[in-house]
């Protein structure tokens, strides 16, 4: 039986789904792109479950990518039945999404998620009325505790069963006269056929000027098309607005009935957690705040990053030497085993040490609901360099991974944010780089030049972000976004969505980086490296570096922290300022940061902006990275 | 005269009168519960001219001064 969780953002539905599918997960790309859908298969009341968690949808109106997929996947598939997830404080509204959903008539059964939290607001609903009114039952729950989530799959597996739907509710009388006049004609022409949903709700798609439905249309059928034009001018005529207004406007007040008869509302309790916001949305102590809580979570991240990564970097150094003993340092064999452990090691001990707790710590401040503040507080700043408030959660994003980063682009809603926004993540020093920024420049330079590195870094991206949005003069949509109320984070929700993300960084970048790694051993043991270097020597003299580091560039593409290693295993020793004096290394380290992105995110990009623009970001930032590169040799 | 949610100061309670831009806009905003005829409370305004937090049916919504100037209200 296949059920799916629909939803609006942040109505827990996700929770929901990690409380029954949990570590099992697999997120899954809908074809052709990157929108992301989590699916799992589970074994409830003796029988396989194939749940599937949507991305949350406000409506089914199609404007962002991730909202266009959620339904076509929701019309393509087999769905056994629907489960519409519903923030309870937030009845109201939720329930414009809920009528649609009945409007596809398609088996549901309705979620009453977070009722603690509505209660705590003064709203009490009367469950049985509700689930009375849309002829569907309803189920109140709290998934963060888990209560009520068993008996939710329970009542769904039973629906599912019978295939039980909702009830059509109706609007005013002369709208629902244009909208059967309509169906009519859509059951004539027989087009509701083609995309499989009923007529009723394709009549309503096309009085509200749904693109995706009207495009469709236009190439076909021009006979229908008249229709659809005739009456959304009937509709927008006698109701003097547009006639998409005019049928959200009847969703609107539909839902706001419902909610009326259904809900008593009280005064709200205020909680600690309610203020919160007093000060960090304040307008100056918000950003005192912020660059405080960014600075803390940055610092967790390092200490437990470097605690964890020295004694295993430590376990894999030893490894290497007992091997080279057994099969000896020139064979074959031996080269391409080193290699493999080179790939595992810079997995295991350099890049997850920190993906982690950055993950970890960054799903606490993403349930928590901070994320959006952070939207909010910088919002202007962002204006500045052409994208608005959405795009720094990318940008945070960049710090752990770059492949999560551009994928999380995907919440913008124009194309040309995206592509400026996911030109700009490339640059941002990933856990990958910042190993090396650590290693070299911290250890061998000082921390300050560390941070000056990371200070510079902000100042090119955006100088760049100015560069890009001149190039490309479009104004931004501008921010609509959502600012959830506070919940205290779960940490076994947090852990679930970590380990997902994680999955992200082993089963994509991480064999890339052993692949990479064993075709440098390769390299060097039909020294073929000489050639490489060779090649990259005008660009080395140029940079002022020696010869051999001419491989450690071009492999830096595989994997950014490959350089590092590389650069250790080209110079010959450990004790890399023996060999390098501190501008070389410093400008190692700056050409290293910006140039071309590894290949794991060659391949998202390439998938989510296209060959052309993926090029242009290859070429924008190797000319960037050797232009910081030549000045930082002349003036550091 | 029009009045638009930009020029609101902060804790003033307005209602929509209509919202001037185009499809995408329309839909966008109503999903959040801002349509004609809804009462909106004006919370905060960010620095720098950045965006507005408005409070809807009980619910928080960041909108850029570029949306904000779009949605034409009077006061309550």
Redesign the interface.
């Known amino acids: 039986m296949k059920i799916v969780l629909m939803g609006q953002p942040n109505s827990g539905k996700s929770t929901i789904f990690n409380h029954v599918a949990g570590y099992k997960a697999v997120t899954s790309n809908f074809p052709g792109k990157t929108v992301e859908y989590t699916s799992s298969k589970v074994n409830l009341f003796g029988e396989i479950f194939e749940i599937v968690d949507l991305p949350g949808t ?2 089914l ?1 199609s ?1 962002d990518l991730a909202e266009l997929e959620a339904r076509k996947y929701l019309l393509r598939n087999s769905v056994d039945i629907v489960i519409n997830v519903i923030d309870a ?2 009845l ?2 939720s329930l ?1 999404l809920t009528l649609q959903l009945l409007e596809l008539k398609l088996p549901m059964v309705i979620c009453l998620n977070m009722i603690d939290e509505a209660e705590r ?1 003064g709203i009490k609903i009367d469950v049985e009325k509700l689930s009375k009114i849309l002829g569907v039952p309803v189920m109140p729950t709290i998934a963060l505790k888990g209560n009520g989530v068993k008996e939710l799959f329970s009542i769904a597996y039973k629906m599912g069963e019978k295939k039980k739907i909702g009830k059509t509710l109706n609007f005013s009388k002369d709208v629902e006269e244009v909208i059967a006049q309509l169906s009519t004609q859509i059951k004539e022409k027989q087009v509701n056929r083609e995309f499989n949903v009923p007529k009723r709700f394709l009549a309503l798609k096309y009085l ?2 749904d ?1 995706y439905f009207m495009e469709n249309f236009e190439k076909r059928d021009k006979d229908i098309f008249k229709d659809i034009i005739h009456f959304q001018n009937k509709l927008s005529e006698t109701h003097n ?2 006639s ?2 005019v049928i ?2 009847e969703r ?1 007040s539909l839902s706001m009935n419902i909610f009326e008869e259904v809900a008593l509302v009280t005064r709200p309790q205020i909680k600690l957690i309610d203020r919160l ?1 007093n000060t960090l ?1 304040h ?2 102590f918000g950003y005192i705040f912020l660059i405080g809580i960014l600075y803390l979570f940055f610092n967790a991240v390092f200490t437990v990053g470097r605690l964890i990564e020295e004694p295993l970097l430590e376990y894999f150094y030893k490894i290497i030497p007992l091997i080279e003993i057994r099969m000896g340092s020139e064979t074959l064999s031996f080269s391409i085993i080193s290699g493999i452990i080179q790939g595992l090691a810079g997995g295991i001990a350099i890049v997850l040490p920190y993906l982690f707790p950055f993950l970890f710590g960054l799903a606490i401040l993403e349930d928590l609901g901070y994320l ?1 503040r952070i ?3 910088l ?3 962002l ?1 500045k360099i052409g994208l ?2 959405k795009s720094i959660i990318p940008f945070i994003l960049g710090y752990g991974c770059t492949v999560p980063a551009i994928m999380a682009t995907r919440i913008l ?1 124009s194309g040309r944010d995206r592509f400026i926004a996911s030109v700009l993540a490339t640059m941002i020093p990933c856990a990958a780089r910042m190993t090396i920024i650590f290693a070299l420049v911290a250890f061998y330079i000082s921390p300050q030049a560390a941070l000056a590195i990371y200070i510079l870094n902000i100042i090119v991206i955006i100088i760049s972000g100015k560069i890009l949005s001149r190039l490309l003069p479009e ?1 931004t ?9 506070y919940h205290i984070p779960s940490i076994k929700v947090a852990l679930a969505k970590t380990w997902l993300r994680m999955k992200e960084f082993i089963f994509i970048a991480w064999p890339l980086l052993i692949v990479g790694s064993t075709i440098l051993s390769l390299l060097q043991y039909y020294k073929a490296d000489m050639l490489i270097n060779n090649f990259f020597s005008p660009l080395t003299s140029l940079l002022g570096l020696p010869l051999v580091v001419g491989t450690t560039l071009i492999f830096g593409i595989l994997r950014k922290e490959l350089s590092m290693l590389m650069l250790i295993q080209a110079i010959g020793t450990t004790d890399v300022i023996a060999v390098m004096s501190t501008t070389q290394i410093m400008t190692f380290t700056i050409f290293i940061i910006f140039y071309v992105p590894c290949v794991a995110t060659i391949a998202v990009l390439w998938k989510e902006i296209g060959s052309k623009r993926t090029l242009f970001t290859i070429a924008f930032t190797s000319i960037l990275a050797i232009i910081l590169a030549s000045i930082t040799r002349f003036v550091y | 005269m029009t009045i638009t949610l930009d020029s609101i100061g902060e804790n003033q309670k307005v209602k929509v009168v209509s919202i001037s831009g185009g499809w995408g806009i329309r839909q966008r905003l109503g999903c959040l519960g801002i349509h004609p005829g809804d009462i909106i409370t004006v919370k905060r305004s960010a620095i720098m001219r950045g965006p507005i937090l408005i409070s809807v049916h009980g619910n928080q919504v960041a909108l850029g001064r570029g949306v904000a100037r779009k949605v034409v209200v009077e006061a309550e």
Not at chain 1, 477 to 485: Q, T, V
């Open positions: 406000y409506s109106t404007f404080s937030l109201s509204r414009e607001k509200e000027n693109s607005r547009p998409d207004v959200s406007s609107h916001d949305m307008p100056y959006p939207a909010f507080l919002d202007a700043f204006h608005h408030g809603e104004v949509p501008g921010m609509i976004l959502e600012i959830p109320s």
